[in-house]
C-alpha cells in the first residue's frame, strides 16, 4: 500500500503562486510515476502534471509554462509549483501514483487539497 498526503493549498489571487506538496509513503518503490490531477465544482477530474522517476514530465496544455512538477528522491515526496494562477485554476488538487504510466488509472490517490484563485 502506498499513502499519499497532500499539502500547500489555500488561495491566493490572480497572478499569484502556491507550492503543493505531496509526500508518499509504503510501498513508494512499486510506483513508476506520479500525477497531479485537479477537478473542479461541476467538471471532470484531469491530470494536471505527472512525472516518471527517471524526471520524465508531462503538463496539460492549460498549464504549461505556468506550473512545474518536481520530485525529492530522497524524501519522496512530489511537488506542483504554480505559478500566474488564474481564477479557472481553482479545483481541488489530487496526487496519484502509478504502477505503470500516467496514460494508466492511478493506483494511489491522496485525499486532496483545495486551491482557489479569486480575481
Known amino acids: 500500500q502506498v499513502q499519499l498526503v497532500e499539502s500547500g493549498g489555500g488561495s491566493v489571487q490572480a497572478g499569484g503562486s502556491l507550492r503543493l506538496s505531496c509526500a508518499a509513503s509504503?510501498?513508494?518503490?512499486?510506483?513508476?510515476?506520479f500525477g497531479w490531477y485537479r477537478q473542479a465544482p461541476g467538471k471532470q477530474r484531469e491530470l494536471v502534471a505527472a512525472?516518471?522517476?527517471?524526471?520524465?514530465?508531462n503538463y496539460a496544455d492549460s498549464v504549461q509554462g505556468r506550473f512545474t512538477i518536481s520530485r525529492d528522491r530522497i524524501l519522496d515526496t512530489v511537488y506542483l509549483q504554480m505559478n500566474n494562477l488564474e481564477p479557472e485554476d481553482t479545483a481541488v488538487y489530487y496526487c496519484?501514483?502509478?504502477?505503470?504510466?500516467?496514460?494508466?488509472?492511478?493506483?494511489?490517490w491522496g485525499q486532496g487539497t483545495q486551491v482557489t484563485v479569486s480575481s
Open positions: 512525472i516518471t522517476r527517471r524526471d520524465t514530465t
Open positions: 509504503g510501498r513508494t518503490f512499486s510506483l513508476n510515476a
Open positions: 496519484a501514483g502509478y504502477s505503470g504510466g500516467w496514460s494508466e488509472p492511478p493506483n494511489s
